[in-house]
């Protein structure tokens, strides 16, 4: 329903620029190139990607791609839907059955739509793109095993280009195997351009023609004009945004938070229902538990913008171990929870601590927690990372160690989280 709703919501956005592009009359756009960025990865996996590109008028596209080193004519792949091939401002090619662990080179391809009418059709100009700065399009797909992998988790940057920047060095980003923004990145965007010059341009002129980032919303993603067109700049595998994939032994858990304060409150003016989103994911996180590949994994992994916190009624004990190693008991992280915590905690938690999740990763509060939650002899690490922070996790066989780094690149805390054994809650 989501999926058909976004469709028809991009349909009319393409046609009402269509209706100013297509008439007889000369705009800026025109005159400007048509591919408007190099592209961005999503959703990539061992064996597909989703290249990202923008034009600046509407067109179809392709990308034509092939494995590097190999003398085989390039594949070609398109976008369609409903058996009609897409035209739009955002280009989103699904590369699919490719062999993991492969490097391939690709180039982009726009085309643009001059007029759509019944049997007449008239284009415009048609650009290729197969480079960032010389350097050939390449992606190289995630591996079928990995033992040793490192990802970085970044959060609430709140449009802060050069903190982004910062942090993307600081956390060697070009050695990890990706990258999660984990909420309030994009917050409050109005139009377009705010995309790009508040957050987009980072990445595309970075790193992410060669290497995929998760954008996950956080509390702010959900808010301003922009907030209804996130899916569309960021596609998902599941049209959510919320879902789970694997990297090596890692199993990973993406879930949405909502919003912080209750659906009615008047900040929303009624346009919200948080409340019911979040027990649709409920029900999405009892089939997550018994897939075969979450119990296998070495790691479950789960991400979550705001962290659970249950308050001082709660059977939660949340333990705090501080920067200068000293140990606090609580049972909230700072003040009285907001409903979203709670929400997240009543909904969200119960299945990371009944189904042994290793770590939780958030953000939100602008603070760093460095914890432990405790509840009826379970033990699950969370990590609440703070705005000015970026945290890099390297895994191995034997353990996930993140680290904490500050915008200097000096390491302000780390911790490792040992493999699960069959009695490793007993260890606490
Ligand atoms: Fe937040």
């Not at 058909?4 to 009319?12: A, E, F, K, R, S």
């Not at 996996?45 to 990202?52: E, I, P, R, Y």
């Not at 479950?300 to 949340?318: A, E, K, M, N, Y």
């Amino acid at each position: 329903m989501l999926r058909n709703v976004l469709l028809y919501t991009m349909g009319l956005a393409v046609l009402s620029q269509a209706n100013t592009l297509w008439s007889a009359e000369t705009s800026a756009a025109e005159t400007a190139p048509l591919i408007k960025c190099s592209p961005y990865l999503q959703a990539m996996d061992q064996n597909s990607v989703t290249v990202v590109w923008h034009t600046t008028r509407p067109s179809i596209s392709w990308v034509n791609y092939q494995e590097k080193g190999v003398d085989e004519e390039p594949m070609t792949a398109i976008s369609s839907t409903y058996g009609l091939k897409d035209i739009g401002l955002i280009q989103k090619i699904t590369l699919k059955d490719l062999k993991p662990g492969t490097t391939y080179t690709y180039e982009i391809n726009s085309k643009e739509v001059t007029k759509l009418e019944p049997y007449k059709f008239d284009f415009g100009a048609e650009e290729n793109m197969k480079d960032k700065d010389g350097k050939t399009f390449t992606f190289t797909t995630w591996p079928e095993k990995a033992d040793t992998f490192s990802f970085v988790m970044i959060n609430d940057l709140h449009d802060d280009n050069a903190k982004h920047e910062k942090l993307l060095k600081a956390t060697g980003a070009d050695t990890a195997a990706f990258i999660c923004y984990n909420g309030d990145i994009e917050p409050d965007k109005m139009n377009d351009n705010d995309m790009f010059t508040k957050f987009l341009n980072v990445p595309i002129n970075t790193y992410a023609w060669e290497k995929c980032f998760f954008m996950l919303r956080g509390n702010h993603e959900t808010r301003g004009a922009m907030s209804r067109k996130m899916h569309d700049y960021f596609p998902t595998k599941t049209d959510q945004f919320y879902y789970t994939f694997q990297y090596g032994d890692v199993f990973f858990v993406n879930l949405d938070c909502g919003e912080d304060k209750p659906d009615g409150n008047k900040e929303y003016g009624g346009l919200v229902d948080f409340d019911s989103y979040r027990t649709e994911q409920v029900e999405f996180l009892k089939k997550v538990v018994k897939m075969p590949e979450y119990k296998k994994a070495r790691y479950r992994v789960f991400f979550c913008h705001i962290p659970p916190v249950g308050g001082q009624d709660s059977d939660l004990i949340i333990r705090k171990t501080k920067l200068d190693g000293t140990v606090e008991d609580s049972k909230v992280l700072d003040g009285d929870p907001w409903h979203g915590d709670l929400e997240i905690y009543n909904k969200f938690l119960p299945f990371m601590m009944d189904n042994k999740a290793d770590l939780l990763l958030c953000g939100h509060y602008h603070r760093l927690f460095n914890t432990d939650y405790i509840q009826n002899g379970k033990v699950l690490p969370v990590l609440v990372n703070s705005n000015v922070h970026g945290v890099r996790l390297d895994v191995t066989p034997e353990k996930i160690t993140y680290h904490v780094i500050n915008q200097e690149g000096k390491e302000v805390f780390s911790k490792d989280i040992p493999a699960r054994k069959k009695n490793r809650w007993k260890i606490f």
